[in-house]
């Protein structure tokens, strides 16, 4: 008997990174190739006009696990009983701008997401924060949601997990795939930590078969953390297709486990693991089966990684705090 549908809610789904990601939820991507999906659309009223156009779309590809489209303005309707909630809609930064910026402009969207997500998801609902600045936004949707366990909220930093990945593997002549357990900490933002000395290449410690340190330190580094930055100066807008492909990735892996893949990066409500202060929304290396991620453990953290996690901490702390001061969490 084929699965009965799972209800996928995406915001912003008329945007740039809307225009990707919804083919591929569409297409299997997302849950696997046995798994129909109905998407449950979510735009501002203005935009609603174009997203008719992208459901048309959506049925002209004639995907055979797509078993429904709703398309609705109020997030009360489009989280209605929702497992999957991708949260997206949210105004990009544009070039100069820095992602603090935007904590005022997009803060506010995120209160009102995390309660009708309170009162509308399905039981199980899983939530991935895309919208930036996305780790502050999930700490917000999350305080806005009381019927809903706090580690069911995640932020994306597995864009900046498959950056890092394509960096090594260019650097050292290898595919992807043979660039493992490669985690990001911290914040999706300039001060996140891509960290190379627990990574492997071809099952060799990375930083063994790059033999450069000077390059990990003033090229690898800084490259990965202004990647977001150095795409909007070449393109003129965001980063879209590698964003939805990153959410692909980060949802597929946490309901369908990591299996043995290796970590994967998450950013998760921290349970004060690694000295990152607790309640913040920080990436870590994880591990995912069941539908749960987990925090890896034990890792050895030397002085040059401790001073970069306690940086990009610092700033979700202070980020924490102007989301406070601004009455958007308690
Ligand atoms: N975490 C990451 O790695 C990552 C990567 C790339 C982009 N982003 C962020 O993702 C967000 C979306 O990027 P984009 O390029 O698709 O932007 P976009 O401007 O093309 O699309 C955003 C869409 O969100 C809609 N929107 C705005 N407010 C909304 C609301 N309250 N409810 C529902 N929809 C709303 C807009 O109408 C628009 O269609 C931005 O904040 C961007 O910075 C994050
Ligand atoms: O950097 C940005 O503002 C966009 C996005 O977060 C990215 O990393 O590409």
Redo the contacts with the bound molecule.
């Keep these: 008997m084929p699965a009965s549908p799972v209800r996928v809610a995406v915001?912003?789904a008329?945007?740039?990174?809307?225009y990707s990601l919804l083919f591929r939820i569409a297409s299997g991507q997302l849950l696997g190739p046995d798994q129909p999906v109905i998407l449950q659309l979510?735009?501002?009223t203005p935009?609603l006009g174009a997203l008719r156009g992208v459901v048309m779309e959506l049925e002209d590809c004639a995907f055979p696990l797509l078993a429904g489209v709703t398309t609705s303005d109020d997030a009360n309707v489009a989280f209605g009983d929702a497992e999957i909630a991708l949260l997206?809609?949210?105004?990009?930064?544009s070039k100069g701008m820095e992602r603090k910026d935007?904590l005022e402009a997009?803060g506010a969207?995120f209160t009102v997401q995390g309660k009708a997500l309170s009162d509308n998801a399905a039981a199980g609902i899983r939530v991935l924060v895309?919208?930036?600045p996305?780790n502050t936004n999930a700490l917000i949707a999350q305080q806005s949601a009381p019927n809903i366990p706090a580690e069911r909220f995640t932020a994306?930093t597995r864009?900046d997990q498959n950056r890092a990945k394509a960096q090594v593997a260019g650097k050292v002549g290898v595919p992807v795939t043979e660039v493992r357990d490669l985690a990001i900490w911290g914040n999706?933002s300039a001060t996140q930590y891509p960290d190379l000395f627990h990574a492997t290449v071809g099952g060799r410690p990375a930083m063994d078969v790059i033999g450069d340190r000077t390059w990990m330190e003033k090229e690898f580094i800084p490259t990965v953390q202004q990647r977001?930055a150095a795409i909007i100066e070449a393109r003129g807008?965001?980063?879209?297709a590698s964003?939805a492909s990153?959410a692909i990735d980060h949802v597929h892996d946490w309901v369908l486990g990591t299996g043995d893949g290796g970590w994967v990066s998450m950013a998760v409500p921290s349970d004060g693991s690694y000295g990152v202060p607790e309640g913040l929304i920080s990436s870590f290396p994880v591990t995912c089966a069941g539908g749960q991620w987990s925090i890896v453990q034990g890792l050895e953290i030397d002085e040059f990684s401790r001073g970069r996690i306690d940086a990009s901490a610092a700033e979700l702390g202070e980020e924490r705090a102007a989301v406070r001061e601004l009455g958007l969490i308690g």
């Design positions: 915001t912003g008329a945007g740039q990174i809307g979510l735009e501002v935009a997206v809609g949210a105004r990009p930064r935007l997009n969207i895309v919208g930036n996305a994306m864009l999706h977001g807008a965001s980063s879209a964003a990153a």
